[in-house]
Nanobody, 116 residues
């Protein structure tokens, strides 16, 4: 069965860094683009970053461009989100995502809180 398991979230001060990981299983990982989304309470889920099957192309929301980096290791079936110079407005639950032919899958999410 398809599983996406995020980890690496936590409490960090403004200006700090975190690295999120998403371990994937149950599908041909290297055949699919992967995405990171985030959702703050009371707000819509928003796309943060996207990476193509072999990492050739990456895309970012304007709000994180230059601060966040998405990457993947197909040998480990893992996608990462390196987050630098974090701001309070980055506080959210972060989810990894894959769109398969049958349906869209989401991880359980990992909480990122940026606060002094």
């Amino acid at each position: 069965q398809v599983q996406l398991v995020e980890s690496g979230g936590g409490l960090v001060q403004p200006g700090g860094s975190l690295r999120l990981s998403c371990a994937a299983s149950g599908f041909a990982f290297s055949s699919y683009a992967m995405r990171w989304y985030r959702q703050a309470p009371g707000k819509e889920r928003e796309l943060v970053a996207h990476i193509t099957r072999h990492g050739e192309i990456t895309n970012y929301a304007d709000s994180v461009k230059g601060r966040f980096t998405i990457s993947r290791d197909n040998a480990k079936n893992t996608v990462y989100l390196q987050m630098n110079r974090l701001k309070p407005e980055d506080t959210a639950v972060y989810y990894c995502n894959v769109i398969l032919p049958s349906r869209t899958y989401w991880g359980q999410g990992t909480q990122v809180t940026v606060s002094s």
